[in-house]
């Protein structure tokens, strides 16, 4: 018997109890739990899709402690006025909501920042997957001329090594090691306080077999958005985060449909490689709805527009005003809530 006709059976098997035990006062006041075959196959079709959402790491190890330090310090900037909360604000979802983040001198970059949030599950990190992984991912900012302009590591470590504070810090996370303010341990540091930012939402709740965690209107989103096959690109615990797309992959080119002024190769820019040209990392849609601007450049500020765009370059659909509302609806069941222990608690000002 597969996994639905026994879930089914199981709840027939209640439903009956319930019913031929009519002769007591008891019984007879037990109000009787109606439970839609057709919801509990959703739910267990989303759970195989989307998986349940892994643990976060501890944050209250040496070196997560550490690195939540190190991910508001401002020291890590040229001027002392950046650091790497000020374009991924875990206050705001993790992003600072501008179509692209400005830097030291208030110059811009090419590229949206994306939600900090659950960024631990992506297969690679930076919209171009320039980025195997965290540690490598918080290096680039740092010495990024745009960004928070250090010229180099031994400028970071010489910055760290002038705040009395983190000589403890540093020893207790990296006890092994005689001189551990390096910068791979300054990285290494702020990937594992990211790791502790996986936070659930009403959805994991569903997924978990909560029924009524979602609304009905969040439901018919849930129904179209496997239906209509947004799942190629958008699965796994993340919700995306998985794989490369082409933006424009059915239609195109992308810039027709987002009016962006830059037309970006993405993945092609990596590797020199034409084949991989206008292909991205897909985002997760977790917390999407409140982390506007949409796509790699922030090219739309509306959720709604956001997912005509999609339904037109990546599925070859016009989606109809109230598909695209449910779908809109599902995508906010996929807000969590910014945990205490991420949250800036300013007993630490190295400005």
């Not at 034409?274 to 849609?285: G, R």
Request: charged share 25%; aromatic share 8%.
């Amino acid at each position: 018997m597969n996994k639905t006709l026994f879930t089914m059976a199981a709840i027939s098997g209640a439903m009956l109890s319930i019913y031929s035990c009519g002769e007591s006062k008891e019984d007879k006041d037990t109000e009787v739990i109606h439970v839609d075959s057709t919801d509990v196959q959703r739910q267990e079709r989303a759970a195989a899709i989307f998986q349940t959402l892994p643990q976060p790491e501890d944050p209250g190890t040496p070196i997560a402690r550490l690195g939540k330090k190190l991910y508001y310090e401002k020291a890590l900037s040229i001027n002392r006025e950046l650091s790497c909360n000020s374009c991924h604000m875990l206050d705001k979802h993790g992003v600072d909501n501008l179509p692209t983040s400005p830097g030291h001198e208030g110059k811009t970059g090419d590229r949206n920042s994306p939600t900090v949030y659950n960024a631990a599950l992506h297969f690679a990190q930076f919209w171009d997957g320039r980025a195997a992984n965290l540690t490598e991912q918080a290096k680039g900012p740092i010495l990024n001329p745009i960004e928070m302009g250090l010229p180099d590591e031994k400028t970071a470590e010489k910055r760290i090594q002038e705040i009395p504070e983190y000589t403890a810090l540093f020893a207790e996370a990296f006890p092994d090691q005689k001189n551990p303010i390096t910068y791979d341990n300054i990285a290494g540091s702020i990937a594992a306080f990211e790791k502790c930012l996986i936070i659930p939402s009403p959805f994991d709740r569903y997924l978990a077999g909560n029924l009524d965690a979602i609304s009905p209107e969040e439901k018919k989103g849930l129904d179209l958005f496997m239906d209509k096959n947004c799942i190629s690109c958008h699965m796994g615990p993340a919700v995306g985060g998985m794989i490369y797309q082409k933006f424009g992959l059915v239609n195109g080119p992308y810039w027709d449909f987002t009016n962006s002024t830059n037309h970006d190769k993405g993945r092609a820019m990596v590797t020199n490689n034409e084949m991989d040209a206008y292909f991205f990392k897909v985002p997760s849609l977790r917390n999407v709805a409140m982390t506007a601007p949409y796509f790699h450049d922030g090219s739309v500020t509306d959720l709604k527009e956001a997912v005509k765009i999609m339904g037109q370059t990546q599925l070859g659909q016009v989606l109809k005003p109230d598909e695209v509302d449910a779908i809109v609806s599902f995508l906010g069941a996929l807000t969590g809530v910014a945990p205490a222990f991420a949250l800036e608690d300013n007993t630490h000002n190295t400005k």
